[in-house]
Structure formats: C-alpha cells, structure tokens
C-alpha cells in the first residue's frame, strides 16, 4: 500500500531531477500515453509532462485535472471537451485546433482519481512557479507553502533565483523555507527555514509550523515552539487591534443612527421615535437610485452612493420638515405626547414602505471602488468599513461646524437656549424649528444611505437602530455632539470586546444593563449640560 | 363606597357583569341558536380582558403618577412566563419526547436536568405568587435605582424600553432556559382541567373579568386615597412635592411595583387561553401600543383605559382579519389623532359632549373641574 505513491514520488523525483532523460520524449507522446495503464502509470506520465518544460503542458494537465480531457475514439486524438453536456465540442489538447462538435458518445474521459489530482496540482505548481504571469506565479508560491513538496524545492530554489518582483520573492522564499522543513535536510538548515517562516504572518506561521512541533530533534521542536508562541502573541494583540477597529466602525454606524437624533432630541428636546423609518427612508431613497441607475445608465453604478447622498438627505429632511409642521409643531414641551405621535408616524412610515415595496429584504448593491479589502499587519480591513468609518466622521464633523459657525446654526443654538429672547431678535423660531428637525432628519437619511451597504434593506431597518440610537444619546448626554460622539464610540469599542467571550447577544444585553445602570447613577449622561437650561 | 364607585366605575362593572353572565350562558345554548357563541370565541374575548387589565395597570402609573413605562410588556410576559413554566410541567410525559422530568425543548437541546430556576413551578401556587412576584420585583429594584435618582419623563421611558428589549434579547437565547425563540407552547391542562375543554374556558374567561373587576378597584382605591393625591402631585409638580416634604421616589416605587404586579395577572391569566408565551411578547413595540390603549380611552380615568383597551384590540382583530394592509396605517393614525384631538380620550370626548348638551352650570354651584 505505502510502496504505490512512494515509488510515484520516485517517478516524479526522477523525472525531474533528470531533464534529459524526460525530454527524451516529446509532449506529443507523453499526451498519447495518458489514457493507457492504471492511475499511477498515468501519474508518471503527468510527471514526465510536467518536466517537459512545454508551455501547453499546463493547459493539458489543467484540462486533465477537471475531467475535460478525453480521447476520442475514432482516431485516438486527445481532445479538450467545452460545450453542454448534450452537445459536446472538442478543440485538440495541444493544438488547440476547433474539432467542432463531438457527439455524444464519440470521447472516452480519461479518468483521474484524488492522488492522481495531487500529483497533477504539485506538477502544474511546479509549472506555473515560472508562468509569465506575476498573479499565477503568487498563486503557485502560495499554494506551495499551503501543501510543500519535496519534490517542489528544486523548482522553488530556481524560480527563487530567477523571480524580480519582491513581493513573489517573498512568497516563494516562504514556500521554499516550508519545503526544506517537510524535506530531510539538517537541523541548521531547517532552523534557518524555521527564522525565515517565523517572520510571515502569524496565521501563515501557525498553518506551517503546527506540523512540527513534535519534531524529534530537541532544537527543532524548541524554534517551532518559540516561533508559534511568538506568532500567538502578535496575533492576539492584533486581535485585540482588530476588535478595537471592529468596535470602532460599529460606533461608527452607531453614531451615524444617532446623530440625527443628536440634533431632534438633544438639541430640540423632541422625542422622535419616526427616526428609525427616516433612516430607512433613507436606505431605500439609495434603493431607487441604484435601481434607476441599473435600468437607465448602468455605466454610472459606481456614482450611484454619491448621488444618493444629497438626494437621500433632501427627501428625507423633506419629510422631516413636514413631520414637523404636520405634527411635533403642535406638541411643544409636551415629551410624552410627541413620543406617542412620533411613534404613529413611525407605524405609518413602515406600513407605507411595506405596500410600496413589499416586505422582504431589497438588493442594494456596493459600487465596485468600495468592495474588496486590503490586510493591515495581521488584520484584514474592508474598504466598506473605512468608508463608514470616514463617513460618519465626515458627517460629524461637518454638523458639529454647521452648528458652530453658520447663520442656522446660530439661530438654531438661540432658539434652543432662550426661544422668546430669540424671537424677539427677530428670528423667525417655526422656520428654524422645521429647519432643525428637518436637518436632524436628513442625517438620519445620510445614515440609511451608510446601512443600506451593511444591513439589510427591508422596511424593518429603522426598528433595529432606534433603540440603539436613543441609548447612544442619552448616555452621551442630551444635547452635546462630542457626547454623542463618544458615547457611539465607546459603546461599539465595548460591545467588540465583549463579543468575543459573551457572545453577541449577552454582549448587547450586558451593555444595555451597563447604561440603564448607568442613566441612574448620572440621568444626564456623560457629558451634562451645564447651566439653568439643564435644569429639567 | 361611593368614592370608590362613582358613575364610571359603576357602569363599567355592571356591563363587565352582565357579560360575564351571558357570556357562559351562552356558550351552552345549542349551536343552531342565534344567541349562541363558540367555544373559540371565549379565550379570544378572555385574551381581550387580560389586555384590558394591562392597560389599568399602565393608565396606574402613567395617568396617576406620570410614570410612561415602555416596558410594561416585559411585566406581563414576566407573568405569563411564570404560569407558562407551570402549565408547561403539567404536561409530564406526555410531551413529544414523553420525558417526564423535563419539557420537550430542554429534550430537544440535550439537557439533562432541570435547570434550578424551574424548581418549584410544579406546584401551582409557587408558579401564581411567582407571577406577582417576578414583575413585582423586578419593578421594585428597577423602580427603586431610577427613583431614587430621580430619573423621570422621557429618560425613564427609554431605559424602561431598553429594560424589555434586554429581556427580549435574552429570553431569545436557547441557554437561558425558557424556550428560546419557540417559548412555551403546547399546554395540555390546568389543574388538572383540560385547556381545551368548554368549561375550562368558560371558567378563565370568568376569573380574567373578576381579576379585571378587583384590578379596577384596586386601582382606584390607590387612586382616592391620600398617597393617590401625592401621585397626582407627583406627576404634575414633582419638584414641588419634595420640597413640601414628601418622599416622592416612595409614592412612584409603590405605584410603579403595583402597576407592574397587576401587569404580571394579566400575563399569567393570558397564557393559558392564549396556549403560548414567546419572546415577542417582550418586543419594545407591543409596550408602546398599550400605552395607546391607555392614551385612546383616557388617561387617568383607569375605565378609560379598559375601555381603550378593548376597542383598540377589537378594531385590530376585525382589520387584520379583513384588511391586513390597513392596521398598522389605522393604529398609526390612531397615535397621532389621540395626541393631538383627543388629548383626554373617548372618556374626555364623552365628558365633553355631556357637558355640551347640559345648559351651562349655575355659577354658584360649584362644578367638580
């Protein structure tokens, strides 16, 4: 049983080590070898293949690999199958003449079996280790340090020698290391691989060296040990990294929901339990522009969060404006009340938005520059979550700026402050009432164009988010932004860290208990206002 | 007496009884005739009674004390949870599994005993003090921290929703013992009666209305006596009556715990005519619509809210039947023209109307305001 694949390794040690030999046939025989004999007389054949050198090779050995390689019957000619099923085509394995159509039971497969697969990959490893292509030559490096192969470490150390990009150098100088560790070289050498793979990524070191912690010499297994412990070490700081970045963008979309709800509640001190819908209002205002985009102008896909946007924050601050005058105008110093109609609208707005589009979830799709993610250390981080991220501060600090510095923002804070002061200096206290609560409402639009790339667009979006927002606000500090700012923060950098060993659920649940706890030991939250107007 | 029973009350309780009379009469008639009623249509009538408790115990703390609890739901599954633990040990081995030492889904999830907060609901009255007890700790505690520092108004009814979202995240987890996502289901008997049967359906529809009938008096016994007027000034100028030397985080504790106490009765008389308790019962949106109950039939006039109560569950039940699309547009609507119109309720609206009617009062006699 053990003898097959050794004396298989052996075929393709040889066949290898001695070129001459092997190119004393040509591919054009090699290939008409391949259907006769068992599975390892076909193994040494793809290994005298491999070693050929010829450029079609790879296709034949790919072809081989998932079954399209057949003979046909009529002539013997070894042909590469394309087509249905129900009408197979064939083109010639290493011409790549066009045969046309075959008929159906014109080619016989030529059959492989799972050891047969491994040889296959380990010699077009070694095929494409030199490929003129810098992306398959990567791909080969690293899926040489995935699954080393004594076999390999010739090919490796030439390709080493001969590779000029740097990056692939790295990636085969790794595989290399890995390769001499699985072969029977000494106990230097292997130490020095060891130096080598302990310098990668602590993933890649773990996958690599687990094999040989239990080596039987002394020194061996000792650099192993140290250089997977080391490689723990890193990873769990990175994790630690990568949770604090995960908490940061969960803040991020916490203080996106709650921001607009910053300016209604902490500002005006209206209960606006409708901003959950306006978010998701927001959320499908990006629906429609994308589908508008798709139907009319699908070049322009990648523009589509970028119009969405300000459209996002008219119609939704629209709609804010007319809750206002509609409805909250009337309820003034009136909380509960306010609350109870708001959540009227809410009822309405979700109802509206289920007839309209139906219940189940809507594809929003994430334009191409956004998708992807790039690795940091030991982390991976998405593109989406950077652009939240940036998102959410932009929108931020862009507020916080509205509200410091223009004639609104004055006239906003005046209102707020001392309204009949401010009306007597002529400031029209409706107008900037609808306008507050109507920016206040096109935030939260701004925020259902950020969820529409992360969550779910159904007309239960908005639900999800309200209570998390309140909370964000309320433990921030009614009418702060910098409060609401850091309440969103540290609340998504503790719920990250929390998730880990409580699990997501008991996670929020034990965040939860942490601000109801929290609001009684201080009801104005993190950062109180000070002054007469705080005095509830 | 007669503070206790004033017209309202009077009215309410008389119509309350003489349904509670015909009711089972009814249900015994022959089929054919036409004042029959079907059995099934009992636990749905006993289930809008149970609400009708609810909303007396939210309008008990909201209309009173100024308490807007969003979390009064959590009290009643709180209640119900507790009966629903006892019904569902009644079921012994008759289960899918035919365990007769645990529930089918603790089967389900491979445990291999009972966990220790199940102990003693096999006994029914542990299970009905625990009914009381649980939501009436429970709003102890909580009513006790958020008093105490002065947490009020809005900030309150917001921790209070964040209160029974935490719940409903909870008891959604498989581990913690209560059936997770699915509840409690599958009841077979009370007491040895089976839930099924006529007459154990007739018999909880009659004890809800009589719960509902000492709620009511309950309430309204608070409500007139001396610590009833602190709550009114508690709730109007809180400030005001600290300073005149009134503990007010005492008065709103007690209130907030009674109110949450009968919340508790109404979940557990629910449970058994409902034949299930899940976790939904806990969503922060069930909390909110009782308070429109509360706000629909008139706050602080404890009928009010009965009444409320049973006029919004009827509407729900009959527009979710014909017209689903319409409901949530209707209670929406419903919210808001509350607020803004009918800011004293139907109760108000009918004040107001008798008043409208009468010839103007004689200015010397003194009207009540």
């Known amino acids: 049983m053990l003898l097959r694949p050794f004396l298989r390794l052996v075929a393709l040690c040889l066949a290898m080590l001695t070129p001459l030999a092997a190119s004393a046939q040509t591919l054009e025989e090699l290939v008409t070898q391949l259907p006769a004999g068992s599975y390892d007389d076909r193994a040494a054949v793809v290994a005298e293949i491999a070693a050929t050198g010829d450029p079609r090779a790879l296709a034949v050995l790919e072809a081989l690999l998932e079954g399209e390689l057949e003979q046909r019957n009529s002539d013997g000619r070894i042909v590469i199958v394309g087509g249905t099923r129900r009408a197979p085509t064939g083109t010639d394995a290493l011409t790549g003449e066009d045969l046309g159509e075959l008929g159906r039971r014109a080619t016989e497969r030529i059959r492989v079996n799972n050891s047969l697969r491994r040889t296959i990959r380990t010699a077009m490893g070694v095929m494409t280790l030199r490929d003129p292509d810098p992306a398959r030559r990567l791909a080969a490096a690293e899926a040489a340090l995935r699954s080393p192969a004594v076999e390999q470490l010739d090919a490796l150390d030439a390709a080493m020698q001969a590779e000029e990009l740097d990056y692939i150098r790295e990636a085969q100088t790794l595989a290399h290391a890995a390769t001499i560790l699985a072969s029977d070289a000494d106990t230097d050498t292997k130490l020095d691989a060891v130096a080598v793979i302990s310098g990668a990524s602590a993933l890649t070191v773990q996958s690599t060296l687990n094999a040989y912690r239990a080596a039987e010499d002394p020194a061996l297994a000792a650099a192993v040990a140290d250089a997977i412990e080391a490689a723990e070490r890193r990873q769990a700081l990175w994790g630690q990294a990568q949770n604090l970045w995960f908490g940061l963008s969960l803040g991020s979309v916490l203080l996106l929901a709650a921001i607009g709800l910053a300016i209604t509640f902490g500002v005006m001190g209206v209960i606006n339990l409708a901003h959950g819908e306006l978010v998701m209002l927001g959320a499908y205002t990006t629906f429609l522009v994308q589908e508008t985009i798709r139907t009319h102008a699908p070049e322009y896909f990648g523009w589509s969060l970028a119009i969405a946007v300000p459209l996002a924050f008219l119609f939704v601050g629209a709609v804010g404006v007319a809750i206002e005058r509609g409805i909250v105008r009337h309820l003034y110093g009136r909380p509960l009340e306010t609350l109870l109609a708001t959540w009227g609208v809410s009822l309405i707005l979700q109802q509206a938005v289920r007839s309209v589009f139906g219940p189940t979830n809507r594809e929003v799709g994430t334009p191409d520059w956004m998708s992807g993610a790039f690795q940091l250390g030991e982390m991976t981080v998405t593109w989406p979550r950077v652009a939240i991220v940036i998102f959410s501060l932009t929108v931020f600090f862009g507020l916080l700026l509205t509200m410091r510095y223009s004639a609104m923002g004055l006239q906003m804070r005046a209102v707020t402050q001392n309204r009949a002061m401010a009306a007597n200096l002529g400031i029209r206290t409706g107008r900037v009432d609808a306008l507050t609560f109507g920016l206040g409402a096109g935030i939260a639009g701004l925020a259902g164009v950020a969820l529409s790339q992360i969550d779910n667009v159904s007309p239960n979006l908005g639900q999800s988010y309200i209570i998390d927002s309140f909370l964000v606000v309320v433990f921030g500090g009614v009418g702060n932004l910098w409060g609401t700012l850091a309440a969103a923060m540290s609340l998504g950098v503790a719920n990250k860290f929390l998730e880990p060993w409580a699990g997501a659920v008991l996670g929020k649940i034990l965040i939860l208990i942490f601000i109801i706890l929290f609001i009684q030991k201080r009801p104005r939250g993190l950062f109180p206002q000070r002054g007469r107007a705080a005095e509830g | ?369």
């Open chain 2, 1 to 369: 007496m007669s503070k206790l029973i004033d017209l309202r009350m009077g009215l309410f309780l008389a119509a309350l009884f003489i349904v509670t009379v015909l009711v089972p009469i009814a249900s015994t008639l022959d089929q054919g005739s036409a004042l029959s009623i079907p059995s099934y249509l009992i636990p749905l009538m006993g289930k809008y009674l149970c609400y009708a408790i609810l909303a007396v115990a939210l309008d008990l703390c909201w209309g009173y004390a100024g308490i807007l609890s969003l979390g009064h739901g959590a009290f009643f599954a709180l209640g119900g949870y507790a009966i629903g633990m006892h019904l569902m040990r009644e079921i012994g081995a008759r289960g899918v599994y035919a365990n007769p030492d645990l529930p089918d889904f603790m089967v389900f999830l491979g445990w291999n005993e009972l966990p220790w907060f199940w102990y003693g609901f096999d006994w029914f009255p542990f299970a009905a003090v625990m009914a009381l007890l649980v939501p009436g700790a429970l709003a102890f505690v909580f009513g006790w921290f958020a008093f105490r520092s002065r947490v009020s108004g809005v900030y309150l009814s917001i921790i209070t929703q964040a209160l029974t979202f935490a719940l409903l995240l909870a008891f959604f987890r498989n581990e913690m013992g209560f059936g997770g996502n699915n509840g409690l289901t599958d009841f077979r008997d009370v007491l040895g009666f089976s839930l099924s049967a006529p007459s154990t359906r007739i018999a909880l529809f009659v004890l809800t209305a009589i719960a509902l009938a000492a709620c009511l008096l309950i309430a309204k016994a608070i409500t007139v006596s001396k610590a009833g007027k602190v709550l009114v000034a508690v709730r109007d100028a809180e400030s005001r009556t600290r300073f005149m030397g009134y503990r007010v985080e005492n008065y709103s504790v007690f209130v907030f715990t009674v109110s949450a106490m009968m919340a508790g009765l109404a979940g557990a008389l629910y449970v058994p005519q409902v034949g299930i308790i899940n976790p939904g019962e806990f969503a922060p949106a069930n909390s909110i619509e009782i308070v429109v109950w509360v706000a629909l039939g008139g706050r602080g006039t404890l009928v009010g809210a009965a009444i409320g109560a049973l006029v919004v569950v009827a509407v729900e039940s009959w527009l979710t039947a014909n017209f689903p699309d319409l409901w949530l547009f209707a209670l929406g609507a419903l919210f808001i023209i509350v607020v803004l119109w009918m800011p004293n309720g139907l109760l108000g609206l009918v004040e107001k109307l008798r008043l409208r009617r009468k010839p103007a009062p004689d200015p010397n006699t003194e009207t009540p305001a």
